[in-house]
């Protein structure tokens, strides 16, 4: 981070719940129905599009009723689940096949960024 401050970084890839069964190469349908993803709506995932964002509160804030408490809704993948692999991996290969952008990293942009107070 600027300044020489350490911090937690995640690479996070856009979603939208819009339109889920009508996929590009290299993304991903995730079902709401996952118990471990915590979405509330099916939600496809464009691992092709992914940025690398500090995890802090101007970027992740906890939901304004705090339903999941002072941290933001996080959800996982169930990697150990055959069925999700396969499907990761055939996005995978699909982004591969279409010379898909690679990660765009925010950190580079934090330098002249100044957190505004409420």
Known sequence: MPGGSAGIFVTVAYGTS???D???PGEIKIE???PHAGLGL???FDIGNRVKLPFDD?????SPNRR???HPKRGMLDTADI???RRLSSAVAE???AARPKTLDMTSRLAGRRKTKP
């Open 32 to 34: 709401s129905s996952d």
């Open 68 to 70: 999941f408490g002072d």
């Open 22 to 24: 009508h996929r590009h």
């Open 95 to 97: 982004l591969k096949q």
């Open 42 to 44: 099916d939600t496809k």
């Open 18 to 20: 819009e339109d889920v």
């Open 83 to 85: 069925h999700l692999k």
């Open 58 to 62: 101007e970027w992740f804030a906890p």
